[in-house]
C-alpha cells in the first residue's frame, strides 16, 4: 500500500464554506467594536498610533470595496479626514479632528460595518490583502 504525502483534512470543506456564508451578529460585532473604541478615543484625545492605524485600515478596506460604486466617496472622503488627523499629529503632536472630519470619519465606519454586513469573509479577505499589496508596493 502506497504511503500519502499529506494528512486528510476533513474540516477543509467547511472552512470553505464558512467563507462564503456572510458573517454572522457576534462576528459583525467583533469587527466594529475596535473601530467604534478608536474612533470614541480619538474623540476624546486619548487615542494612540494603534487606534488610528485601525482606522486608517478599514478605511482602506472600505475604499477598496467601495471602488466604482456611489460608495466610494464616502471611503474617500474618511480617508482624507483621517489624512488631516494624520498631519495635525505631524505639527503638534496631539491627534485631534476637525468638525468635518468627525462627519466623515463616523460615516466611513458605518460604511465599513454595511460592508461586512453585505460580504462574506473571502470578500472582505480579499479586499485587506489588496491594501496589504498596495502597501507593500509603496514602501
Known amino acids: 500500500m502506497k504511503r500519502r504525502k499529506y494528512t486528510k483534512d476533513y474540516t477543509a470543506f ?13 462576528e459583525l460585532t467583533k ?11 480619538l474623540l476624546n484625545g486619548k487615542a494612540e498610533a494603534a487606534d488610528v492605524g485601525r482606522l486608517i485600515d478599514i478605511t482602506n478596506v472600505s475604499l477598496v470595496r467601495a471602488w466604482g460604486t456611489d460608495a466610494q466617496p464616502i471611503a474617500q ?45 473571502r470578500q472582505m479577505c480579499d479586499a485587506a490583502s489588496v491594501v496589504d499589496r498596495m502597501k507593500e508596493m509603496s514602501l
Open 31 to 41: 469587527l466594529a467594536l475596535p473601530s467604534r473604541i478608536a474612533f470614541q478615543l
Open 14 to 26: 467547511t472552512r470553505v464554506i464558512a467563507m462564503t456564508e456572510p458573517f454572522n451578529e457576534t
Open 77 to 121: 472622503r474618511a480617508q482624507n479626514a483621517l489624512r488631516r488627523c494624520y498631519d495635525r499629529w505631524e505639527q503638534l503632536g496631539a491627534w485631534g479632528l476637525d468638525g468635518p472630519a468627525r462627519a466623515d470619519i463616523e460615516q466611513g465606519i458605518e460604511l465599513y460595518e454595511e460592508q461586512c454586513r453585505l460580504s462574506t469573509p
